[in-house]
């Protein structure tokens, strides 16, 4: 690059970028970029459009592998993945219609995040509203599986005035009973914890109200515990602070932390609580034990270059995916705390972007800070696939995404949901 130029790679010539002197200059670094970025977004599009789906695997077809498994040459769960892996790159994209039995309720807002309770039955949804501050919903996955690709959309105007910076699943009194919110009304931050059948009431009369609210200083993430050792309990990551919860008793713990905490994640095999800061540190607390001064609680420690924005444990609790604002996404083995796999091409320089994990399929997915969802095999960090989105990359247009085997319940069908803008994709995976 040559300072104040810029090159032209259609004409092969250098142009000099002008000085602004309040003048209206079209030829700025950012906006080269962007009409780069889109046309790559577009010709990608292009190619999804005419299926022209290539393996990224030289040599990988369904055919081979069906071969080389009659032979003997692959293990059965080798086979599996790789069929996964097939399965993947021939995903098509099909626009979803939401519809909601409340007729003034339209898809007028943006999606800022979709997230889908562990049976994949329902999704909960938080949009942006033009006012200010966010509405929820909860969208019920069972009519995907018909032809017309059709779900349906359960809205509570009622808690509007907070944006929401995190939101996770609670299980309380069943499985995904409730919803435990973090988000800043005014000047304080506030935590909440919602009943699921909030949103599903049809009589207003009948609807719950919420199980507890407290002002907190800005959150940042949340967790719920599923383990039986402190059940009951929700975390709440905090600007240098971790606080843990008990919603029955209502006694809280308070961990003080040198950062901010963006990410967390409970174990469910032991009370142990990971969390994520802005400092690049991971590091693990064991709940049951009474917090006390000091950094003499952090059980693991594992270290990152950048802001670790989100942490996933593998379901054996040995291994942990983190990724950081540096655009990393990293393997951690916690017996051994060093980094085994890394996964490449994930784009992040400012953004809490999550990743998620199918440990059945063998697949890891992520959404860049460019707009772009990417697949990479878990095993090997191969990176499988790279999704464009429907529309140009803003900040305000990052995809939300889900990904199950089984959407809409044991019986659901498989593959990548996709929230951008007002809109709702189905990627079918069969």
């Known amino acids: 690059e040559l300072p104040g130029f810029y090159y032209d790679s259609e004409k092969n010539r250098y142009f000099r970028l002008l000085p602004g002197h309040n003048n209206y200059n079209p030829l700025t670094k950012e906006s080269i970029q962007f009409k780069a970025m889109e046309c790559k977004r577009l010709r990608l599009l292009e190619e999804e459009e005419k299926q022209k789906k290539k393996t990224t695997r030289a040599g990988l077809n369904s055919s081979m592998l069906l071969q080389k498994r009659q032979l003997g040459l692959l293990s059965s769960t080798s086979y599996c993945r790789l069929v996964h892996e097939l399965k993947v790159n021939c995903m098509q994209r099909r626009k979803i219609e939401i ?9 007028t807002d943006n999606f800022k995040i979709i997230v889908a309770d562990v049976a994949c039955e329902r999704i909960f949804t938080v949009n942006d509203v033009e006012h200010g501050g966010c509405k929820y919903g909860i969208i019920n996955l069972s009519g995907l599986g018909k032809e017309s690709l059709t779900v349906e959309m359960y809205d509570n105007l009622y808690f509007t005035n907070r944006k929401v910076n995190s939101v996770c699943w609670a299980s309380l009194t069943h499985p995904d009973s409730h919803l435990c919110l973090m988000g800043i009304a005014e000047t304080p931050g506030c935590a909440s914890l919602l009943p699921a059948s909030l949103f599903s009431s049809t009589n207003p009369g009948d609807r719950p109200g919420m199980l507890c609210s407290f002002k907190i200083s800005t959150a940042w993430s949340c967790a719920w515990c599923l383990n039986p050792q402190a059940d009951n309990c929700f975390s709440t990551g905090l600007t240098r602070r971790v606080l843990v919860t008990n919603v029955v008793t209502g006694h809280r713990q308070t961990f003080g932390t040198s950062s901010d905490v963006l990410a967390q994640q409970f174990a469910t095999q032991t009370p142990m609580l990971y969390n994520g800061c802005r400092s690049g540190e991971i590091f693990s607390i064991d709940v049951r034990q009474r917090s006390r001064k000091g950094q003499s609680w952090k059980a693991v420690r594992l270290f990152h270059d950048s802001a670790v924005t989100s942490i996933r444990l593998l379901e054996a609790e040995h291994y942990l995916v983190a990724a950081d ?20 091409g994930h ?14 399929e063998g697949l890891l997915i992520a959404v860049g800070q460019d707009c772009y969802t990417r697949i990479w095999s878990l095993q090997d960090a191969h990176l499988l696939r790279t999704i464009p989105s429907p529309y140009p990359s803003s900040k305000d247009a990052i995809p939300s995404v889900v990904f199950s085997s089984r959407l809409g319940g044991s019986r659901g069908v498989p593959g990548l949901l996709m929230a951008v803008k007002q809109d709702l994709y189905h990627f079918s995976y069969n």
Do not use: F
């Open 347 to 360: 784009h992040n320089e400012y953004a809490v972007l999550p990743v998620h994990v199918n440990e059945e």
């Open 99 to 107: 519809h909601s039995p409340d007729s003034s309720v339209g898809g």
């Open 325 to 344: 604002m540096a655009g990393k996404i990293k393997l951690w083995d916690l017996r051994t705390a060093k980094c085994v796999k890394q996964y490449k």
